[in-house]
């Protein structure tokens, strides 16, 4: 004879639920994608964290078998996009690209209004790739490399500018960096992004920027900027002849490495987790994917979860604690 469900004790009732939860799910898991997934970019199409995941998006979907889209939800200096994927189902169906910006600089920034949470509101899933910043100049500018170009900022304190893409982004901080390490005094102006800043240092309506290498290459090779230093720990192998910012008399501590990475929602289930690491794990692995990343000045990088949590909690207090010694605010 049966027992009554209403006789069985709460726990063992509990524990059929479970195990029938589980079977219900486990082939619906296993079957991962089923539908097309989503890429979403806090930015303009065009951009260098848009390049990058249109790239990836190509690959992982001949890897995944199902379509990878990438959806640009540009506003809030990518914190919009950050707070709509953390609102998402957390299924595997929509992913946040993250950058140095929604998951380092931006918490610092904007504690009031920022929108969405960094660390519990995500389960992250893979880096993705890493992007120097470089120092350019307008090749008119009589300074032909870094200790030069901190000599003429002494000589002309409040004349020289820098352009950023907008107060708080990685290039401003970069400036902010720049001028603080080097004891000169140059001028801020933002714009509405890096295609801009770097359109205003050609024109020579500002001298100088950090811009990003994918961003700022294709200009330094014809000419129209004058590249003089990384700011990551070593050279750039696509511009090998220019120093790293470390290298050079006073600047030994400057290291500023952007990156991107991908976020899940909060709470989506860890076999979604691991067939979408595994997945981005391989082609970031191919040479066509490496090929197309290096032509952007990009490098690819991956990782494992609990590496990324690892590193983003590291980028947090980093850029924290920059943002107040720099006295940066937004909000």
Excluded at 229 to 242: C, G, Y
Aim: charged share 15%; aromatic share 6%; hydrophobic share 45%.
């Amino acid at each position: 004879m049966k027992t009554p469900w209403k006789r069985l004790p709460l726990a063992a009732v509990s524990t059929l639920c479970a195990l029938s939860a589980m079977t219900v799910a486990g082939p619906a898991l296993a079957q991962y994608p089923q539908q097309p997934v989503r890429i979403v970019v806090g930015y303009a199409a065009g951009g260098t964290t848009d390049i990058l995941a249109r790239a990836l998006a190509e690959q992982l979907a001949a890897e995944l078998r199902q379509s990878v889209i990438v959806e640009n939800k540009p506003g809030a200096a990518g914190n919009a996009a950050a707070a709509f994927v953390q609102q998402s189902a957390p299924d595997g169906y929509t992913l946040f690209m993250a950058t140095v910006s929604s998951h380092g600089i931006n918490p610092a920034l904007y504690k009031q209004t920022l929108g969405y949470e960094p660390v519990n509101g995500f389960t992250p899933v893979s880096m993705v790739a890493s992007i120097p910043l470089v120092l350019i100049a307008n090749p008119k500018l009589p300074a032909k490399s870094v200790g030069e170009l901190v000599n003429l900022a002494r000589q002309k304190p409040g004349e020289l500018n820098y352009a950023s893409s907008g107060n708080g982004s990685p290039v401003h901080l970069a400036g902010a960096m720049f001028a603080q390490s080097a004891r000169v005094n140059v001028v801020h102006v933002p714009y509405r992004g890096g295609a801009l800043a770097n359109t205003s240092v050609m024109a020579g309506e500002t001298q100088l920027s950090f811009a990003t290498l994918p961003a700022a290459l294709p200009q330094v090779k014809a000419g129209r900027l004058r590249a003089m230093a990384v700011t990551t720990k070593d050279r750039s192998s696509q511009l090998p002849d220019i120093p790293a910012m470390r290298e050079l008399p006073g600047f030994n501590g400057f290291e500023i490495n952007t990156w991107n990475a991908l976020l899940a929602p909060k709470n989506t289930p860890q076999p979604v987790i691991d067939t979408l690491n595994k997945a981005i794990g391989k082609v970031l692995t191919s040479p066509k994917l490496a090929q197309r990343f290096n032509a952007e000045g990009a490098t690819p990088v991956g990782s494992s979860p609990k590496e990324l949590s690892r590193f983003i909690d590291a980028e947090l207090a980093k850029w924290a604690g920059a943002v107040q010694e720099l006295n940066v605010k937004i909000d």
